[in-house]
């Protein structure tokens, strides 16, 4: 079972700052948010992920909301290259195997010129 | 900077016939992953490793498919009979450990063609 909702395309254009959002609202105390993007023809690639704090790093930042039943990625000024398939996957911390790791079918990023 | 090395890159074999990948993870890895990408879905995991031991297989069709990892390093998985259905991305990663905050790192993945 999907454990969270993304659309399933968007579009920005280059410079902008692209903005995913992700909804998890049957997330559990336990379970943290992770990012992963996957250029085509290429494995996933992790970005990001947090627990309930705001993170940032050299790639995108990762909003929370405060009920934790959604989040946003945010990649501040978009390039050609971040054109990409974006996954949000709710992961617990303390478990493991194929329930913990579902990724869905993504958002579909693509950056206009 | 380190990286998951996979082979063959791509893979035709016809149906019936037994077909096997390679996965080397990052060295001190001790988790490694195995899943199977059908195109336009998001990647599914087959099979978990901790160090040499499976931690979960529930989703390895394990009529046709095998991993293995002997020493807890590179590893292998094997179709034996290949179908048309199998024809996907076969993706490796690895982590340092199996718990939060490890993030996976992806190697480039085997594209197979079943005919």
């Known amino acids: 079972d999907a454990k969270t909702t993304q659309p399933t395309s968007m579009d920005c254009a280059e410079g902008r700052a692209a903005n995913l959002p992700c909804n998890h609202s049957?997330?559990?105390?336990?379970?943290?948010v992770y990012w992963y993007r996957q250029i085509h023809s290429q494995g996933p690639q992790y970005i990001i992920h947090g627990l309930k704090n705001n993170e940032t790093n050299e790639m995108a930042s990762l909003i929370i909301t405060e009920d934790r039943k959604s989040s946003t990625l945010i990649l501040p000024h978009a390039t050609l290259r971040d054109t990409a398939v974006y996954y949000c996957i709710v992961r617990a911390a303390d478990q493991t195997g194929a329930n913990n790791l579902f990724f869905g079918t993504g958002t579909r990023l693509t950056v206009i010129p | 900077e380190a990286e998951v090395a996979q082979s063959p890159r791509y893979k035709i074999t016809e149906k019936s016939q037994a077909v096997a990948f390679w996965c080397d993870p990052i060295?001190?890895?001790?988790?490694l992953y195995w899943y199977r990408q059908i195109l336009g879905q998001g990647p599914e995991l087959l099979v978990q490793?901790?160090?040499?031991?499976?931690?979960?297989d529930s989703q390895l069709p394990k009529d046709r498919f095998s991993a293995e990892r002997l020493k807890g390093v590179d590893s292998t998985l094997k179709i034996q009979p290949a179908e048309l259905g199998d024809s996907a991305m076969y993706l490796c990663?690895?982590?340092?450990?199996?718990?939060?905050?490890?993030?996976?790192?992806f190697g480039p993945g085997t594209r197979l063609t079943v005919t």
């Open positions: 990663a690895s982590s340092l450990g199996e718990v939060q905050a490890y993030e996976q790192y």
């Open positions: 490793f901790q160090d040499e031991s499976v931690v979960d």
């Open positions: 060295s001190g890895h001790a988790t």
């Open positions: 049957t997330i559990s105390g336990n379970e943290y």
